[in-house]
């Protein structure tokens, strides 16, 4: 199969692992595309692509410059977007409703998302939506059996509108946990300090699925102490309680358990060890990778003739 995979060139994760894990499993043609490019789609594609040579042309672009090129896009043939952030579709943010609303406009389009539930609910909504978790970069982040020296923490943003109940949950519990939060730079510096961390307490208050910093966490040998997101997300991503994962929905709740492992270092211990093997075997993106070019593979839906929107909009009185 012949892919050209267009990405962001300037993102804040670092996903070079997963564009080769992609390009392992195909004869991928990778385009980083930087900001100026993603706003014109359109004369990017007609100076350097010609869509007849692929059998997938998969968009990982910023949302945003998408759902303003609309007219352009809906001319791109057999078009997957994989996309990271849908569940702002269903969150109160300023993407609330704006995913559905923008492949409404694309209904033969596939949507690959790192949500469970979230592909779950495109595809009540007629889309061709799949599930492709996020992962980790297997050479950056490892178990180093370092000593640590952190007991409890968060490292990340908590910033952002989309981020509002995790700061909320983290300051709450900084109230009665001695809980560290902190960031710090990606690469060397992020997996030093995740090595450092016995407890890593995920946050991902209201998000319906779980964001890439719990596989790293994991990658790296910390308990993680995660958000619980519900059991349909957990069965999918094979996480158990308080096997490789210990969930809580509650303050009350993880401090329980958190009692519980204090009290218990074996079982702590057992946990962490399992979380890392899971994250090892299924989250690498090297696995990830696999897994997109699995999801591209089979047939998309027809797209209609040029015109068919337009067409539509007229009906419609637009």
Not at 47 to 76: C, H, M, N, S, W
Not at 154 to 172: I, W
Not at 208 to 215: L, S, V
Request: glycine share 6%.
């Amino acid at each position: 199969m012949k892919v050209l995979f267009l990405v962001q060139k300037d993102q804040r994760a670092i996903l070079d692992r997963l564009y080769e894990g992609v390009a392992q499993h195909c004869e991928c043609d990778l385009r980083w595309l930087d900001s100026a490019q993603q706003r014109n789609l359109r004369g990017y594609f007609r100076r350097e692509v010609d869509v007849t040579r692929y059998d997938r042309i998969v968009f990982f672009l910023r949302f945003k410059q998408e759902i303003r090129q609309v007219a352009f896009i809906r001319t791109v043939p057999n078009l997957v977007i994989l996309e990271h952030d849908a569940y702002q579709n269903y969150i109160q943010c300023k993407y609330t409703g704006k995913f559905s609303a923008h492949y409404r406009k694309l209904p033969w389009a596939r949507v690959m998302s790192s949500g469970f539930m979230v592909s779950e609910r495109l595809r009540n909504e007629g889309f061709d939506a799949v599930f492709v978790p996020k992962g980790y970069d297997q050479q950056l982040l490892q178990d180093q059996g370092r000593e640590r020296d952190i007991e409890l923490a968060f490292v990340g943003s908590t910033s952002s509108v989309a981020y509002s109940g995790r700061k909320a949950l983290l300051d709450e519990l900084g109230r009665v946990e001695p809980l560290v939060v902190t960031r710090t730079k990606s690469g060397d510096e992020y997996r030093d300090t995740l090595n450092r961390i016995r407890y890593f307490v995920s946050a991902d208050v209201g998000m319906g699925e779980y964001m890439i910093k719990n596989f790293e966490a994991m990658a790296c040998g910390c308990v993680l102490l995660a958000f619980d997101q519900g059991a349909a997300e957990n069965a999918a991503l094979g996480l158990q309680d308080m096997h490789n994962v210990v969930l809580y929905s509650s303050i009350a709740q993880l401090q329980e358990k958190l009692a519980v492992l204090r009290a218990d270092s074996d079982l702590a211990a057992r946990i962490a060890v399992n979380g890392r093997n899971l994250a090892v075997s299924q989250f690498s993106f090297a696995a990830i990778g696999k897994r997109v070019v699995q999801e591209l593979e089979p047939a998309l839906r027809v797209q209609p003739q040029s015109g068919w929107f337009e067409r539509f909009r007229r009906s419609l009185g637009i």
